[in-house]
């Protein structure tokens, strides 16, 4: 696939880098510097190259959003028109500093960004700490993997999410309609606070159980 990433620091960085090994052409794109996005597309190696948000979007089959809540619009602006295009999110709707939920609990970032975007949505990677990422994708081949929850309205934009989430490493677990977020964003606001409650990084992560009767 062609993967425009918007936003490319600790998130965007590394998922972008992951799904170049993956085999995808990956555009990086909104970094404070030309030379940084340069650097990631030589290091991720595969076909990623550094662009403008305009270009990341441009042609994309789907759209990383990887940027701090505040700089939203500003990304979006530059990005352009995304109306009917695949957006894969991982922003969580923070403050300034990072602390509280912007928009909750009737609604979510993923279903404002829908709204705003006339994107088909998907709300996923939200819940992982960004460090964990290189080392589910080096474990890919494991016998388990990590389980991703995921979620949007749009079918076909779920089936591109699920793949990336798969190429990524993880297992993804559809939890319903984008509406969903309103529930999976608090809980990624809670994994991040308890993951990072030592301020040495991530000291816990968590998976899901299935029971089956
Ligand atoms: N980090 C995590 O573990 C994690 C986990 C789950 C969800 N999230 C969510 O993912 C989103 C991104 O988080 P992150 O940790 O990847 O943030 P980040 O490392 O700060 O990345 C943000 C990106 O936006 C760029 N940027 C910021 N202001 C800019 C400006 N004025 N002009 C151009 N580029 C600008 C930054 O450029 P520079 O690279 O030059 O600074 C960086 O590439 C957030 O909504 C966060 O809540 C993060």
């Not at 970094?31 to 042609?59: Q, Y």
């Not at 928009?103 to 829908?114: D, I, N």
Request: charged fraction near 25%.
């Amino acid at each position: 696939m062609r993967i425009g990433i918007l936003g490319s620091g600790l998130m965007g960085g590394k998922l972008g880098t992951i799904f170049a090994r993956a085999g995808h052409d990956v555009v990086f794109s909104y970094a404070h510097s030309k030379e940084k996005l340069k650097r990631l597309a030589r290091d991720a190696g595969g076909n990623a190259r550094a662009g403008t948000p305009a270009e990341a979007a441009h042609n994309a089959d789907a759209v990383l959003l990887a940027v701090n809540w505040p700089r939203m619009d500003d990304v979006l602006k530059k990005a352009g028109d995304l109306s009917g295009k695949v957006i894969v999110t991982c922003s969580l709707p923070l403050n300034d500093a990072n602390t509280e939920l912007v928009v909750a609990h009737k609604s979510s970032g993923a279903e404002q960004l829908a709204t705003k975007t006339g994107a088909h949505v998907v709300a996923a990677f939200q819940t992982v700490p960004s460090e964990v990422l290189f080392d589910v994708f080096e474990g890919r081949d494991n016998a388990t993997r990590p389980s991703m929850v995921y979620c949007g309205s749009h079918e076909s934009a779920k089936k591109v999410a699920a793949a990336l989430i798969r190429d990524a490493g993880f297992d993804p677990v559809d939890a319903g309609s984008l509406r969903i977020a309103r529930y999976t964003e608090p809980f990624a606001l809670l994994i991040g606070q308890l993951a990072y409650e030592g301020n040495e990084g991530p000291e816990l992560a968590y998976r899901f159980e299935r029971f089956v009767r």
